[in-house]
């Protein structure tokens, strides 16, 4: 599960152009191109995903760990790619 707030959800949709419905499901396991742990000196341990949207739009999410083995994310934030 990605948790997105409110305001998170208007910034994705306004400056992104992608729903959380889309990013929830471009980042279902086996439906990711790629995904890997990374280590920020300012933000920690967050998880960036290379993803596709159902119509091919290509991204990269950076996830939040809230319950790993629950499977509980935070939405961090969402860059398209060229």
């Given amino acids: 599960m990605i948790q997105i707030s409110d305001e998170m959800e208007f910034k994705i949709r306004t400056r992104r152009f992608v729903t959380g419905d889309q990013i929830r499901e471009a980042c279902i396991p086996d439906a990711y191109d790629d995904a890997g742990w990374h280590n920020h000196p300012e933000y920690g341990r967050?998880?960036?995903?290379?993803?596709?949207?159902?119509?091919?739009v290509r991204l990269k999410v950076i996830l939040k760990p809230i319950n790993v083995p629950e499977g509980i994310w935070r939405?961090?934030?969402v860059l398209r790619k060229m």
């Fill in 46 to 56: 967050r998880l960036l995903v290379d993803c596709r949207t159902y119509d091919n």
């Fill in 75 to 77: 939405l961090r934030t």
